[in-house]
């Protein structure tokens, strides 16, 4: 069973500093990490996904993968209020091996 | 595009009722699509993976007869709650993976928020 860990916080950054989010991983032969935002009461959006070693960056969002350490990470730069949610680290699992399997979340507040 | 939806958003009903949970692709066809469960404060657990035309995989401890999965078309799947208990009562979310290139991807519905009373 692949598990994802995360911690679940909260993480208080004030606006505009860097937040970091982190999650390690079980399984090593795990292939792709998906990181996915989740207001209060609503459904999960994505962010991003990233697939290999090294960093991805879309907008203020990094996602930083190293396999070798089974750890996948999220940087959210010029961090704003409207970001204070909770962020969901999955890799893909699952009995079919297609669904996502979640890590608990770390919950960040971004203070004004 | 990508949207996902669910009906209903929100039912409370009794004991020993059973409850049906549609998620629909409303712009794109979907082979697999998969239910979620999360209690409050914690995070999606896994339920099933739902293909079109094909028994359900469901994960361990989910119990198959209580839980029903049909996936009938491309955009369509249903989740039935049968003798719902208030142990049941939770968020239920649905996500549909969009068939062709865009496949790795995974787009949610809104959820539905299921009390039993």
């Known amino acids: 069973q692949k598990e994802v860990e995360q911690n679940s916080g909260p993480l208080s950054v004030p606006e505009g500093a860097i937040a970091s989010l982190n999650c390690t991983y079980s399984d090593r032969g795990s292939q792709s990490f998906f990181w996915y935002r989740q207001y209060s009461g609503k459904s999960p959006e994505l962010i991003m996904f990233i697939y290999s070693n090294g960093d991805k960056e879309d907008g203020r969002f990094t996602a930083q993968l190293n396999k070798a350490s089974q750890y996948v990470s999220l940087l959210i730069r010029d961090s704003q209020p409207s970001d204070s949610a909770t962020y969901l680290c999955?890799?893909?699992?699952?009995?079919?091996?297609?669904?996502?399997?979640f890590g608990k979340g770390t919950t960040l507040s971004v203070s004004s | 595009g990508a949207v996902v939806s669910q009906h209903p958003s929100r039912v409370i009903c009794k004991s020993g009722t059973s409850v049906k949970i549609e998620c629909r692709s409303l712009d794109f066809q979907a082979t697999t699509m998969f239910w979620y469960r999360q209690f409050p404060k914690q995070s999606l657990m896994l339920m099933a993976t739902s293909n079109e035309g094909s028994k359900a995989t469901y994960e361990q401890g989910v119990e198959k007869d209580k839980f029903l999965i049909n996936h009938a078309s491309l955009t369509l799947s249903t989740l039935t709650v049968t003798s719902a208990h208030p142990e049941d009562s939770s968020f239920y979310i649905c996500?549909?993976?969009?068939?062709?290139?865009?496949?790795?991807?995974?787009?949610f519905g809104p959820g539905t928020r299921l009390t039993v009373l």
């Open positions: 996500s549909a993976r969009p068939t062709g290139q865009r496949n790795n991807e995974q787009f």
């Open positions: 999955a890799v893909k699992g699952g009995q079919a091996g297609t669904a996502l399997i």
